[in-house]
């Protein structure tokens, strides 16, 4: 597929545009250490409603506001607990989202009605340009997704953005190319508004960490149908067209993942080889994308085991495999 015209190389001047762009109520999509996101200025409930849209997403599922610095979090939010600072202090700019009640500044459009906000400082040359390119211009915080249409997989690269979003931009939307994600998986969401944190959506940084980081332990993960409303929480999430089979013995005809350690088999698509739990996370979007554009059916994916990473990993091929 080719390129698209919203697609744009990351310099000065296209930075630049793209603030601007988004001040006047445009959509930027740009790359994280985690996934590409969606952005629009947060401010702007016109420009947040355009999100929803050119995704398919539910207007009350939240988004998360990103901010160049965790020094200017406080507009955002009230009740800020020490653990918060301590894992703010640690992990950012980083794969991470934290979770808060809201200040009056977050509003219904931005929360899906709720009384709490997500923050995230990603961790990437090119975000952390942009968001500050728009704080000096007054811009007060991008609220973005993942640049994907609701349930589908998320994108690591521009032109995974382009694929997924081209036909439901508008000319003056632009998509900042900042080559392929380090991350791949999208950042650990952690509820901050009880008396230690929990982990709503596991990512990056993982149990072992923020207990490191906190000295708390953990509270324990809610079911996602209660009262916090987390889309990448559903069941069906992250899925391609392609039907994701959670095995280790593909067939003939089958796209298959798995760590580089386990032979293809004869006929099999093998789609991804990665070395490493870290490289799987990096690879695991692109490679499904790439069953859908060979138009596999079925694809098989071989679980990493163990902590960490492993268990973001599993979480979302969990999800992919109860399809769409
Ligand atoms: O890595 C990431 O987090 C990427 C990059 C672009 O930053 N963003 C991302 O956004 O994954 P999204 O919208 O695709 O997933 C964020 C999840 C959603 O499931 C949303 O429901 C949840 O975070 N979320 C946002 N605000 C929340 C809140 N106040 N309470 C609970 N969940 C929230
Ligand atoms: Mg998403």
Redesign the pocket.
């Known amino acids: 597929m080719s390129q698209s015209q919203f697609v744009s190389k990351c310099t000065t001047d296209a930075l630049q545009l793209a603030a601007t762009t988004l001040l006047h109520g445009n959509l930027v999509a740009f790359p994280?250490e985690?996934?590409?996101?969606l952005g629009a200025d947060a401010l702007n409930k016109q420009a947040v409603a355009r999100i929803y849209e050119t995704k398919g997403r539910p207007s009350d599922?939240?988004?998360?506001v990103?901010l160049h610095s965790m020094q200017v979090m406080g507009q955002w939010i009230e009740d800020v607990p020490e653990y918060a600072i301590a894992l703010g202090r640690d992990f950012w700019p980083g794969?991470m989202?934290l979770?808060f009640k809201r200040s009056t500044l977050a509003q219904d459009f931005i929360?899906g009605g709720?009384n709490?906000?997500?923050i995230?400082v990603?961790d990437h040359v090119v975000a952390l340009a942009l968001l500050e390119a728009f704080h000096t211009l007054g811009g007060r915080g991008i609220a973005?997704?993942?640049a994907n249409r609701f349930g589908h997989v998320?994108p690591t690269t521009a032109q995974a953005v382009s694929d997924e979003l081209s036909e439901y931009l508008r000319p003056e939307d632009q998509i900042l190319d900042g080559g392929p994600c380090t991350v791949g998986v999208?950042?650990t969401?952690i509820d901050c508004t009880g008396p230690a944190p929990r982990i709503?959506?596991p990512?990056g940084i993982t149990i072992e960490m923020i207990e490191e980081s906190t000295g708390l332990t953990l509270l324990q993960t809610i079911d996602s149908k209660e009262e916090?409303?987390?889309?990448?929480?559903l069941e069906k999430h992250y899925s391609p067209t392609a039907k994701v089979i959670l095995d280790t013995a593909p067939i003939a005809g089958q796209g298959f993942l798995a760590l580089a350690d386990s032979k293809t088999p004869e006929g099999v698509i093998r789609l991804a080889e990665p070395k490493d739990i870290v490289e799987f996370a990096r690879d695991l979007y692109a490679a499904l994308r790439k069953a859908d554009e060979m138009g596999l059916a079925e694809v098989v994916v071989e679980q990493p085991q163990g902590e960490g990473l492993a268990i973001a990993i599993r979480d979302r091929l969990e999800r992919a495999s109860k399809g769409r």
Not at 34 to 37: C, E, L, S
Not at 228 to 233: C, K, N, P, Q, Y
């Open positions: 994280t985690t996934v590409y996101g599922h939240p988004l998360i990103h794969p989202t979770i929360t709720q709490t906000v997500g995230r990603p973005a997704p993942s998320s999208e950042s969401i709503l959506r990512g916090i409303r987390v889309s990448g929480s």
